[in-house]
């Protein structure tokens, strides 16, 4: 008599095949269901980004006797650049575009190369009080920049630094975020390759610019853009510290302007868009070098 045995992982392949299939198959629901929750959320901020965008444009084609006509609709009975020529023709907005690009530039490198130095210095230097130092810059994340208004103010006015380039470019150099991100960038970057330049002589300050710096290419790039774009759009303290009208940025000049028109609403949506237009352009342009250097921040972890 012969006695057939069966393996138990022979009996239950067929049943644990189906199980990974049918835990696969979830797997795939569920995240083709997040993918579409996602695409959702996205859709839903580009349509709140881009709708009102679209209705400055709509806005600023129509004539301003259109603009108050009730009720309101996107349709364009006689589409006209007239807001956009008399604001280029009545006010000095090439002035103050090279005024804010003046500003906006010096404020971008001077702020990245203070806060890679300062992170350079907090990441690969051994000092007592280091922590200490580290943690202040976190707190200066924490305080708002309208605090520093008066004794900024009193400070520039002191030195005799009001109505020049100085006042508005010097305070927004020091940037307690960008110290951060640049710190988070060299903290993952291989401590071998210091040690291999310091056995060849190299001092600190070459290894920071000759080694360090050429890697954070991705870094330098996103805060040079943040911080471009946040000094081209900063409009409290250039108002505060310049009144000479040869001397304005492109906020403070449309801020001077804009009370006078009224309700002429196709004039002061053609401002605002006169005002952003280079903003979007260097959005366009650099794009991918702002994702790269987000990425590459190590704030993901």
Same mark, same amino acid.
């Given at each position: ?43 839903? *901020? ?8 679209? +209705? ?79 943690? =202040? ?6 305080? %708002? ?5 008066? %004794?900024? *103010?009193?400070?520039?006015?002191? *030195?005799? =630094? ?19 991100? *640049? ?30 710096? %050429? !890697? ?13 774009? +946040? ?5 409290? +303290? ?6 000479? %009208?040869? !001397? ?30 280079? =903003? ?22």
């Amino acid at each position: 008599m012969t006695i057939t045995t069966t393996s138990p992982d022979a009996t239950t392949a067929p049943g644990r095949q189906r199980e990974r299939a049918a835990g696969g198959a979830s797997y795939d629901s569920r995240t083709k269901v997040f993918n579409r929750v996602c695409f959702g959320v996205l859709l839903a *901020f580009a349509l709140i980004w881009l709708v009102p965008l679209a +209705w400055a444009v709509d806005t600023a084609l129509k004539p301003n006797a259109e603009t108050t006509k009730a009720p309101l609709t996107w349709a364009i009975d006689d589409p006209t650049f007239g807001a956009f020529s008399r604001m280029l023709q009545n006010t000095d907005i090439p002035s103050w575009y090279l005024a804010s690009f003046i500003c906006s530039t010096l404020v971008a490198t001077g702020t990245v190369l203070a806060a890679s130095m300062a992170a350079f210095a907090l990441s690969r230097l051994r000092f007592r009080g280091r922590n200490l130092v580290f943690w =202040l810059v976190l707190v200066g994340i924490m305080i %708002p920049q309208e605090v520093l208004i008066v %004794p900024l *103010f009193r400070e520039f006015d002191t *030195f005799g =630094l009001l109505n020049t380039y100085w006042a508005v470019i010097l305070p927004q150099v020091p940037t307690a975020i960008a110290v951060f991100i *640049f710190k988070q960038f060299f903290d993952g970057l291989p401590k071998e390759l210091e040690d291999a330049a310091r056995v060849d002589g190299a001092s600190f300050l070459r290894i920071y610019w000759s080694i360090l710096l %050429p !890697l954070s290419r991705p870094v330098v790039a996103a805060v040079s853009i943040f911080t471009f774009v +946040w000094s081209w759009n900063n409009l409290l +303290w250039p108002l505060l510290v310049v009144t000479n %009208p040869d !001397l304005m940025t492109i906020p403070v000049g449309l801020a001077s302007v804009q009370g006078s028109y009224g309700i002429m609403y196709a004039d002061l949506m053609a401002s605002a868009l006169l005002g952003g237009l280079p =903003l979007i352009i260097l959005f366009l342009l650099f794009q991918r070098k702002i994702v790269e250097g987000i990425a590459g921040t190590g704030l993901k972890g």
